[in-house]
């Protein structure tokens, strides 16, 4: 069974559809006009681009081999409540944590860092979601450089489940360590009493 298309895929499809019969009448029209229809057929090659983007679920840079599957964000974005699909998720972010580090760059690519950004935000609209939910939120947070929002996040999740500590991904618990380690710094610097001043 098909999933229902959002807003934006109905527009790409509706726009591509625009697109093709245009760029079919152009080429029906510049081969009948004894012209070059060489730019016409990059519009067809676009619109066919803009048909099929609904059913684009995977990114892969073939270069350094970066991938991530949009499906599993999907799915976690859909039914936040899914702690299943949280997990798949988990295992993407996993999977393209490490293509990330054994990539030339280091870097996300522009397409799967949009991805990520979309299903942050998307879940940071759902206030009580569940903890094994909120650490791939915080992962992709990871991910997207965004720390501090991520350390946020993850201690949320810690708050709501502490068994999770022992399922953390190594940048995770790393992040986690970090924020516990700034917790009792500050927290040591609010019982510490001031010297009193010299007289």
């Known amino acids: 069974m098909s999933e229902p298309m959002s807003t934006y895929e109905i527009a790409m499809l509706a726009c591509g559809v625009v697109l093709f019969l245009f760029a079919l009448a152009l080429i029906v ?3 009948r006009q004894n012209r070059s229809f060489t730019g016409a057929i990059t519009l067809l090659v676009v619109a066919l681009v803009m048909i099929g983007f609904p059913a684009i679920r995977h990114f892969q840079m073939s270069a350094d081999e970066i991938s991530f599957d949009t499906g ?4 976690v974005v859909r039914n936040p409540t899914d702690v ?3 997990d798949t998720l988990r295992g993407s972010l ?11 760059t ?3 690519p522009p397409k799967v860092a949009n991805s990520l950004r979309a299903t942050v935000q ?4 759902h206030p009580n979601l569940p903890a094994e939910t909120r650490v791939a ?10 720390a501090k929002d991520a350390a946020t ?3 949320a999740a810690l708050k709501a489940k502490p068994s999770l500590k022992v399922t953390l991904d190594p940048k995770l618990m790393a992040l986690a360590r970090e924020d516990l380690l700034n917790f009792v710094k500050n927290r040591q610097a609010k019982t510490e009493p001031t010297p009193a001043p010299d007289r």
């Open 106 to 108: 280091r870097t996300l």
């Open 153 to 155: 996040t993850l201690d």
């Open 94 to 104: 996993r999977q393209l944590d490490s293509d990330v580090d054994k990539s030339k």
């Open 72 to 75: 599993t964000s999907d799915a």
């Open 137 to 146: 939120q915080a992962h992709a947070q990871l991910l997207l450089g965004d």
């Open 122 to 125: 998307a879940l940071a609209q």
């Open 84 to 86: 299943a699909a949280a």
């Open 29 to 31: 029209y510049l081969v």
